[in-house]
């Protein structure tokens, strides 16, 4: 579970305009360890990117898919791939 991974995630529903973004920077950071982004997309989606350990982006995942996350989430799909490592800290795009 300490294997360092990367994972896209698409989340759905009414996660625009409501702090998304800042609340899962904030969680990403709670975790720790993690790096990457949080970006509104054109269609309303968001897209999230973290690079960390596999139990910390699972972390960040199950978070994003409880539904206690601000706005209303109807979904979320996600990839798994190797990291980049291209960051240096979670941001808000």
């Known amino acids: 579970m300490n294997e360092e991974v990367r994972m896209v995630a698409w989340v759905r529903g009414r ?3 409501v702090g998304f973004r800042w609340f899962t920077r904030a969680r990403a ?3 720790g360890g993690l790096v990457g982004f949080a970006l509104n997309l054109d269609d309303g ?3 999230v990117v973290a690079e960390g350990t ?3 982006c699972q972390q960040l995942l199950d978070w ?3 539904g206690d996350t601000p ?3 109807d979904g979320v ?3 798994w ?3 980049r490592g291209i960051y240096e800290t979670f941001a808000i795009r």
């Open 15 to 17: 996660v625009q305009g």
């Open 29 to 31: 950071l709670e975790i």
């Open 45 to 47: 989606r968001v897209q």
């Open 54 to 56: 596999r139990s910390g």
């Open 64 to 66: 994003l898919q409880r």
């Open 71 to 73: 706005g209303r989430v």
């Open 77 to 79: 799909t996600e990839i």
């Open 81 to 83: 791939d190797t990291p």
